[in-house]
Nanobody, 122 residues
Framework: QVQLVESGGGSVQAGGSLRLSCVAS????????MAWFRQAPGKEREFVAA???????ALADSVKGRFTISRDNDKNTVYLQMTSLKPEDTAVYYC????????????????WGQGTQVTVSS
């Protein structure tokens, strides 16, 4: 089992920045892929960013040029640096992990955190 705990959410004005962190514990391996998803009220959970153990990354088109995903394998932590935030980025952000597959599908991720709220006001 892998436990994921997110932190760093909060409220910010449009144009601002936030950095989310997700710490993995339990049966963790550096070969795991880790990702961020988000879910706005009344909407389905959607892919934001992912990074595998070798450094390959994937980003949703809606966040390219604004968000960056990085990870520190020594700390079992993945980060999501968010800049130029927009009101439409408002959502609960979830960290996810799997055995290494870089996929944008929710069903492709085995482990999930509890989420952290990000609110962007205009």
């Amino acid at each position: 089992q892998v436990q994921l705990v997110e932190s760093g959410g909060g409220s910010v004005q449009a144009g601002g920045s936030l950095r989310l962190s997700c710490v993995a514990s339990g049966r963790t391996y550096t070969t795991y892929a880790m990702a961020w998803f988000r879910q706005a009220p009344g909407k389905e959970r959607e892919f934001v960013a992912a990074r595998n153990w070798s450094g390959q990354t994937a980003l949703a088109d809606s966040v390219k040029g604004r968000f960056t995903i990085s990870r520190d394998n020594d700390k079992n932590t993945v980060y999501l640096q968010m800049t130029s935030l927009k009101p439409e980025d408002t959502a609960v952000y979830y960290c996810a992990a799997n055995g290494g597959l870089l996929t944008r599908l929710v069903a492709g991720w085995r482990y999930w955190g509890q989420g952290t709220q990000v609110t962007v006001s205009s």
